[in-house]
């Protein structure tokens, strides 16, 4: 009964800023959550996570330093502050919740529900 909805997808120019947040329910919060991205032709690969039991934040390297994870557990949602954004950022932007806490792996396979993704472009 996991439901994830992701928004904030659009259109910007390098440079610029979005910020993407995905509302969830229906598992227990406390369990991992993740952004992933998927570009035409290649794997989905993950992009940040944070366990809402340690606050923990994990990122990949290619978003470190320029995206930031974060979560309003009162509002049940999870937002992806995407700051500094290159064309390379363009992909298809996926909420996902693991059945596990503590260490949040960057791994899809890691991950057991999935939103339907929000597109976003740089140019």
């Known amino acids: 009964d996991v439901q994830l909805v992701e928004s904030g997808g659009g259109s910007v120019q390098a440079g610029g800023s979005l910020r993407l947040a995905c509302t969830h329910s229906?598992?227990?919060?406390?369990?991992?959550l993740g952004w992933f991205r998927q570009a035409p032709g290649k794997e989905r690969e993950g992009v940040a996570a944070?366990?809402?039991?340690?606050?923990?934040?994990y990122y990949g390297d290619s978003v470190k330093g320029r995206f930031i994870i974060s979560q309003d557990d009162a509002k049940n949602t999870v937002y992806l502050q995407m700051n500094s954004l290159e064309p390379e950022d363009t992909a298809i932007y996926y909420c996902?919740?693991?059945?596990?806490?503590?260490?949040?792996?960057?791994?899809?396979?890691?991950?057991?529900?999935w939103g339907q993704g929000t597109q976003v472009t740089v140019s």
């Open positions: 944070i366990s809402p039991a340690s606050g923990r934040r």
């Open positions: 996902a919740a693991a059945g596990i806490w503590g260490t949040c792996p960057l791994r899809v396979n890691a991950y057991n529900y």
């Open positions: 229906g598992y227990y919060s406390s369990y991992c």
